[in-house]
């Protein structure tokens, strides 16, 4: 799969650094209080989990002790509790609502925000076959015999792989792709993930800084949607099929040959395992863990994680014998009233 190597977050090719931060710069954007300043100079952004040199974490109730960073913004009455590995603590009401205010700073994506004096030149193989009317942006790769369909849009710096097809009126940005992908028309890759938090004069925004990175051989049907990710990438992998009006949210991960049928709908940071297998409109909560080989019916409503080799059904989704059970115990039921 292209793009999994280590490289600098965000990634380089889709968003540009816009400035750094002090501890004091920080506190002035967003009303925190700075109750210790190591003077670390704030240069990235990461989850509290990951952290790094350079990095502004949040983490609102400090369950877990957060990784070493440059700063972190906690809630107010918290700072107590952060271990002295943390360079720069903040305190404020709201750490996820400040968190947001000064990412926005730090960076902006390239393709939504272009540079008029950006002249980097797409890198189009001399075999790949692009529309008239299709839009490759600065920066973009386009792999030997890859067909890119009219009035499609490939955005700053993404990178498709050799022998893919992108259909006609597809946009892809803040992505890479391997080789062989098939994208459908009017599909979406790449946009920013639903991420929001409450603030005074309405919901705000968090920046969607990670990417949608698609391995090898990979469809995705017509009007579906993968969302790139907040702080870590969306991954697709090899040999997956989505059909058509389908959405993967923000943070998911999914294995080898997963397959969704048409309007299955994957909430954020899901993360499902090889070979699963879910059935047309399966809807999932957020957060879950589905093992591999799981078969979800069509229509399950996912609350919950999903053990490997399960098989489920209904809503609130449960093993599926059981549901098929009690639907027909319940169709006897009603016979017998008549």
Not at 26 to 38: K, W, Y
Not at 79 to 86: D, Q
């Amino acid at each position: 799969m292209p793009g999994l190597f280590r490289m600098p977050f965000p990634d380089p090719r889709f968003f540009r650094a816009e400035r750094t931060l002090t501890a004091t710069q920080a506190a002035e954007l967003a009303c925190a209080h700075v109750v210790r300043d190591a003077g670390d100079v704030i240069t990235t952004v990461a989850d509290a989990a990951s952290g790094g040199e350079g990095a502004l974490t949040f983490d609102e109730k400090l369950k877990v002790e957060p990784a070493a960073c440059a700063a972190i913004l906690v809630g107010t009455g918290q700072a107590e509790n952060v271990p002295p590995s943390i360079g720069t603590v903040l305190e404020v009401q709201s750490p996820r609502l400040a968190f947001a205010q000064m990412a926005a700073t730090l960076f902006s994506s390239r393709f939504e925000r272009p540079d008029p004096t950006d002249n980097q030149q797409p890198d189009i193989d001399p075999t790949a076959m692009v529309h008239p009317s299709a839009v490759v942006s600065p920066a973009a790769r386009i792999g030997a015999n890859a067909v890119i369909s009219a009035s499609a849009v490939i955005g700053h710096g993404v990178e498709i792989g050799a022998e893919c097809f992108i259909g006609a009126g597809a946009s892809i940005t803040h992505a890479t792709l391997g080789e062989g992908c098939r994208i459908s028309a009017g599909a979406r890759i790449g946009e920013s993930g639903f991420g929001y938090v409450p603030g005074a004069a309405g919901p705000v925004l968090i920046p969607q800084f990670g990417a949608v990175r698609i391995g090898r051989q990979v469809d995705i049907g017509a009007n579906s949607a993968v969302d790139r990710g907040m702080l870590a990438d969306t991954t697709i992998g090899d040999l997956c099929k989505i059909d058509n009006l389908c959405q993967i949210g923000h943070n998911c991960q999914l294995g080898v040959a997963v397959i969704a049928a048409s309007l299955t709908g994957i909430s954020g940071s899901c993360t499902i395992g090889d070979g699963v297998m879910m059935g047309g409109q399966v809807g999932m909560a957020d957060h879950l863990n589905i093992g591999s080989g799981a078969i979800l019916a069509a229509r399950s409503g996912v609350m919950k994680d999903v053990e490997a080799g399960a098989k489920i059904g209904g809503f609130p989704a449960k093993p599926l014998r059981q549901w098929m059970k009690e639907q027909a115990r319940l169709s006897r039921m009603l016979s017998e009233d008549k």
